[in-house]
T-cell receptor
Framework: GENVEQHPSTLSVQEGDSAVIKCTYSDSASNYFPWYKQELGKGPQLIIDIRSNVGEKKDQRIAVTLNKTAKHFSLHITETQPEDSAVYFCAATGNQFYFGTGTSLTVIP | KAGVTQTPRYLIKTRGQQVTLSCSPISGHRSVSWYQQTPGQGLQFLFEYFSETQRNKGNFPGRFSGRQFSNSRSEMNVSTLELGDSALYLC????????????FGPGTRLLVL
């Protein structure tokens, strides 16, 4: 099956700086790559997603890039704010969703 | 439109008991997936139901089972609970296809003593 690796596991940034989280996947058949944000005590919330026919997608301060050849995709958060502090999960989908192990992001005011 | 709802939100059980968790998907969504989330293992796929049929299944023992009703609501059952079953159980719904966006509920926190 699919294997999704996510790095780093923890990330601390100063408010206003950028944060980058990277994921790799193994199954070349995967073609949908969502990112989720999970706050304490809540379920994961979709923040952005990308499909394999697109290389980059942006939504305000959040962007995702996909390199299908190298089988990796990344989440970029610019101008980070304290409310961005949460755990972020990447996922790759073939016949089911395979999730990365999560990145705990802390934005220091 | 109301989001995914899960009941109960919290449960405490003892080893050997069984438990049933419920999930109501977003209106119009026909696919429901279940995940187990633990600090050590992350988010692990349990199974997916679509139109009352199990479409995919993860690598969990037969003690974990589920079903889906004609109104797309889903339940999952865990029998003969073990300490290691303590986890956050998440339900996610999507319109139909596996590779469509999944929307998660708040989860049911299960503690097995």
């Amino acid at each position: 099956g699919e294997n999704v690796e996510q790095h780093p596991s923890t990330l601390s940034v100063q408010e206003g700086d950028s944060a980058v989280i990277k994921c790799t996947y193994s199954d070349s058949a995967s073609n949908y790559f969502p990112w989720y944000k999970q706050e304490l005590g809540k379920g994961p919330q979709l923040i952005i997603d990308i499909r394999s026919n697109v290389g980059e997608k942006k939504d305000q301060r959040i962007a995702v890039t996909l390199n299908k050849t190298a089988k990796h995709f990344s989440l970029h958060i610019t101008e980070t704010q304290p409310e961005d502090s949460a755990v972020y999960f990447c996922a790759a989908t073939g016949n089911q969703f395979y999730f990365g192990t999560g990145t705990s992001l802390t934005v220091i005011p | 439109k109301a989001g995914v709802t899960q009941t109960p939100r919290y449960l405490i059980k003892t080893r050997g008991q069984q438990v049933t968790l419920s999930c109501s998907p977003i209106s119009g969504h026909r696919s429901v997936s279940w995940y187990q989330q633990t600090p050590g293992q992350g988010l692990q796929f349990l199974f997916e139901y679509f139109s009352e049929t199990q479409r995919n299944k993860g690598n969990f023992p037969g003690r974990f089972s589920g079903r889906q009703f004609s109104n797309s609501r889903s339940e999952m059952n865990v029998s003969t609970l073990e300490l290691g079953d303590s986890a956050l159980y998440l339900c996610a719904s999507s319109l139909a296809q596996t590779q469509e966006t999944q929307y998660f509920g708040p989860g049911t926190r299960l503690l097995v003593l």
